[in-house]
């Protein structure tokens, strides 16, 4: 079988929006679905349009490696799916694209976002995926080019992307620079407003309040980083930038390393979905000075609000079988003071998953503290 030839030039930004209705109508046109994949805000009117038209053929997945794998499973199973992701998350994706669909030749469409594309102004966790991420489609041996921008180019080149898939075994990727997609027009995929729930900000201050003077904080990427900087910003705080998932397993590494100081970590739902297996390893590995705060609002809120899917699981149960001492899942403020005061004046690791209610301030800013300095600064402060 031949193989996809890698040597096509760095795609160009699109030239004109296109309508996400009319992408997903001409997507299922060209015989490509179901679809699968993990929200970047440039795709959020796709994904909005395809859980207000056509929700049985959308699979919310918790990373981009997961989806790939399920689309690999429809492939075998006689359909052409198509991947959602940000480029941000193709590291996720080497191994099943290399290792899966490249060894079995099952060949996947890529909708890949082009967050920190070169010569347009982005955050610092994009700055070197957005560099490189024409060549690591490359080096994967992934065709490649800019996502159409009408109906009629898009219907020639999703029949070219289908003969080179047919041809090679080889997944093909379409480049989605923003401003490449239109909003949608029709309904929101966001969960709808819970009443009497806190806002995310309302539970960090809670959470700092608690902690004490000499615990050390760690919050996830995205809104959660950002309002933390924002109402309590000290040295003690670390902001993880980007790599959506990790902030657990970077307290855990603290925690392991710094026994003499409480370690919080504050996690998002779609961040901990990504990441599972970080419970798993906590709870084997058991710091009793590690405090899991799991914030969830059911949605990615910061691509759009599209639904994690978190809202049908059980984290307190989850931990618990993880090996986690104790748990507690918690909806209101008084009640996520009573968890916090057990939780410090206890051994842990503890979990409490607070339910909040999606939304934040429209003026919220991007963080102040570039990311070298703030991990510095944490650094420094784990000394004192």
């Given amino acids: ?220 990427t995205g809104k959660t980083a950002r309002e933390l900087e924002r109402d309590r910003d000290r040295p003690e705080n670390l902001y993880v930038v980007g790599s959506m998932g990790c902030a657990s397993s970077v307290a855990l590494g603290v925690a392991l390393h710094a026994p003499d100081r409480r370690v919080v970590v504050l996690d998002g739902d779609g961040a901990a979905l990504m990441r599972l297996e970080a419970m798993a390893t906590i709870g084997r590995l058991a710091p009793g000075n590690l405090l899991h705060v799991l914030l969830d609002n059911e949605a990615y809120e910061s691509t759009g609000g599209q639904p994690t899917g978190s809202g049908r699981l059980d984290f307190a149960a989850m931990a618990t079988a993880c090996g986690y001492r104790a748990t507690a899942d918690v909806a209101d403020a008084p009640a996520l003071r009573t968890a916090l005061r057990t939780a410090v004046a206890t051994a842990g690791p503890t979990l409490i998953r607070v339910r909040i209610a999606a939304g934040s301030d429209p003026g919220l800013g991007r963080p102040a503290l570039t990311p070298p300095l703030s991990a510095a600064r944490f650094q420094e402060a784990i000394t004192r």
């Fill in 1 to 220: 079988m031949p193989t996809a030839t890698a040597t096509d030039p760095a795609p160009a930004p699109a030239t004109r929006a296109i309508d996400p209705a009319l992408l997903v109508d001409g997507l299922l046109a060209a015989g490509f679905g179901p679809f699968t994949g993990v929200p970047c805000s440039f795709l959020g009117p796709v994904i909005s349009c395809l859980e207000d038209r056509h929700p049985e053929l959308y699979t919310i997945a918790a990373n981009e490696g997961e989806a790939v794998a399920i689309a690999a499973g429809a492939r075998l199973a006689g359909r052409r799916p198509v991947v959602i992701l940000q480029n941000s998350g193709l590291g996720n994706t080497v191994n099943p694209l290399t290792s899966l669909c490249h060894t079995l030749r099952l060949p996947v469409l890529l909708l890949v976002t082009w967050r920190g594309e070169p010569g347009r102004p982005d955050e610092p966790q994009h700055e070197l995926m957005g560099r490189i991420t024409p060549e690591l489609l490359t080096a994967m041996e992934i065709r490649h080019e800019p996502l159409p921008g009408d109906a009629e180019l898009l219907a020639e080149r999703l029949r070219a992307a289908d003969a080179h898939m047919a041809a090679t075994g080889l997944p093909f990727a379409f480049v989605v620079p923003k401003g490449a997609v239109a909003p949608y027009r029709g309904g929101s995929s966001a969960p709808a407003p819970a009443a009497g729930l806190m806002l995310r900000a309302e539970a960090i201050g809670e959470v700092a309040d608690a902690a004490g003077e000499r615990s050390l904080l760690v919050a996830t």
